[in-house]
């Protein structure tokens, strides 16, 4: 764990708990870098809000307007099923995630996965809609999701240590 407590732009208190790795024996130091993991989900939809902002989607747009082969077995997938993990859609293995390099890799991927149920019907926890909304946003944009979130909300917010998907997506 790294803690860091500001006040009035000044830094009052700035410490490292723990072991960076335990293995190799290296103490955390408090300007290492983290992987935010799950966290970056809620910069997906940040940029999913700002391009329904600019009036360049809707939430209830279908993502087929966005991605025209993905076969929605009969189905409308919306943007907003999508970021409230009511899809349906099916999940990626590990190593079906891995050999994909880019976003538009996973879409023949999860096109390939059965729904679990119809959009709507449910909550559960996907993955895999949420990539598909970076796909989206990399489609509306004309620009790499990471490009993305570096110009419209890391570089406005003052974020210079802050990057997105720097190992696949």
Same mark, same amino acid.
């Given at each position: ?8 732009g000044?830094?009052? #208190?700035?410490?490292a ?8 024996n290296?103490?955390?130091q408090? +300007? ?8 970056t989900?809620?910069?997906t939809?940040?940029a999913?809000?700002?391009?329904m ?7 209830? +747009? +279908?993502? /087929?307007?966005?991605?025209?082969d993905?076969?929605t ?7 907003e ?11 990626a293995? *590990?190593?079906e ?7 538009a890799d ?5 096109a390939?996965? *059965?729904?679990g ?5 449910q909550?559960? #926890? ?10 989206? $946003?990399? $489609? $509306?944009?004309?620009?790499?999701? +990471?490009?993305?979130?570096?110009k419209?909300i890391?570089?406005p917010?003052?974020?210079?240590? /802050?990057a #997105?998907?720097a190992?696949?997506?």
């Amino acid at each position: 764990c790294a803690a860091l407590v500001a006040k009035n732009g000044q830094i009052i #208190y700035q410490k490292a708990f723990g072991m960076a790795n335990l293995e190799l024996n290296v103490p955390m130091q408090p +300007d290492m870098v983290f992987r935010i993991g799950s966290i970056t989900k809620q910069f997906t939809a940040v940029a999913i809000l700002q391009l329904m902002e600019q009036g360049k989607l809707s939430l209830q +747009d +279908d993502i /087929t307007k966005f991605i025209p082969d993905y076969p929605t077995q009969a189905y409308t997938i919306t943007i907003e099923n999508l970021l409230t993990h009511t899809s349906g859609m099916g999940e990626a293995t *590990p190593a079906e995630l891995a050999s994909a390099k880019t976003l538009a890799d996973l879409v023949p991927i999860y096109a390939k996965k *059965p729904a679990g149920f119809a959009p709507g019907a449910q909550w559960r #926890y996907c993955q895999s809609g949420i990539n598909m909304l970076g796909r989206v $946003v990399e $489609v $509306v944009s004309k620009m790499p999701l +990471d490009q993305f979130m570096a110009k419209r909300i890391f570089k406005p917010l003052g974020m210079k240590a /802050t990057a #997105y998907g720097a190992e696949g997506p």
